[in-house]
Every structure is written in structure tokens, then in C-alpha cells.
């Protein structure tokens, strides 16, 4: 069982930072892939990055390669979302999630979730 719990959201300009946290808890966290997804008002949830077990690999979305870097740091049970050059269209309740065997594109991989963190970007 890992429940997971997303802290850095906001209010930020476009071409602004922001860094999002994913703390877990539980014995497993380090076992498992860890995904961030987002879901803007009135379109469905997408993947947005993905990292694996021991960090080496990492996956994003084309539209956020080169802005947004995913890490890990199994020790303290936390991934990061670095996000730089922030767009308007990255607006969006951030999601954390846990339980997939490999780095996957798609959330049904994923058994546990966080609740979820806004961002918003202004132009």
C-alpha cells in the first residue's frame, strides 16, 4: 500500500518555474514506477512524465521535453517535477502516481494516486 500526497502547486506567469512534490509513504515506494499525469477543465487525464524504479530512465510528453525534468529520491520516498518555462496550456490539476511494474504512458497502469495539485500558468 503507498498513499501519495502532491505539494508545489500555484499561481505563476507564463515563462515562470514551478517545482511539484510527490511524497509517498510506505516500505514499497522504491519498487515502483512513478508517473506524473495532469487533467485541465473539460479534457481527460494525460501522462506527462514518467520515471523508473532506480531513476536512470525517464519518459515525458513531447510538449514538455526540454521545459520539465522528473527525479527521484527514493530515500527521502519523493519525486520531483521540475517544470521551467511554463506555458498557459500546462494549466492543470497535477497527479502523482504509483504501482506500475515500468515507466507507463497510461494511468490505467497505475494502481495509487495522489489528490492532486493546481497549477496555473497566466499569460
Known amino acids: 500500500q503507498v498513499q501519495l500526497a502532491e505539494y508545489g502547486g500555484g499561481l505563476v506567469q507564463a515563462g515562470g518555474s514551478l517545482s511539484l512534490s510527490c511524497a509517498a509513504s510506505g516500505r514499497t515506494f522504491s519498487s515502483y514506477a512513478i508517473g506524473w499525469f495532469r487533467q485541465a477543465p473539460g479534457k481527460e487525464r494525460e501522462f506527462v512524465a514518467a520515471i523508473s524504479q532506480s531513476g536512470v530512465w525517464t519518459y515525458y510528453l513531447d510538449s514538455v521535453k526540454g521545459r520539465f525534468t522528473i527525479s527521484r529520491d527514493n530515500a527521502k520516498n519523493t519525486v520531483y517535477l521540475q517544470m521551467n518555462s511554463l506555458k498557459p496550456e500546462d494549466t492543470a490539476v497535477y497527479y502523482c502516481?504509483?504501482?506500475?511494474?515500468?515507466?507507463?504512458?497510461?494511468?490505467?497502469?497505475?494502481?495509487?494516486w495522489g489528490q492532486g495539485t493546481q497549477v496555473t500558468v497566466s499569460s
Open positions: 502516481a504509483a504501482g506500475a511494474d515500468y515507466p507507463e504512458v497510461t494511468s490505467l497502469k497505475y494502481v495509487y
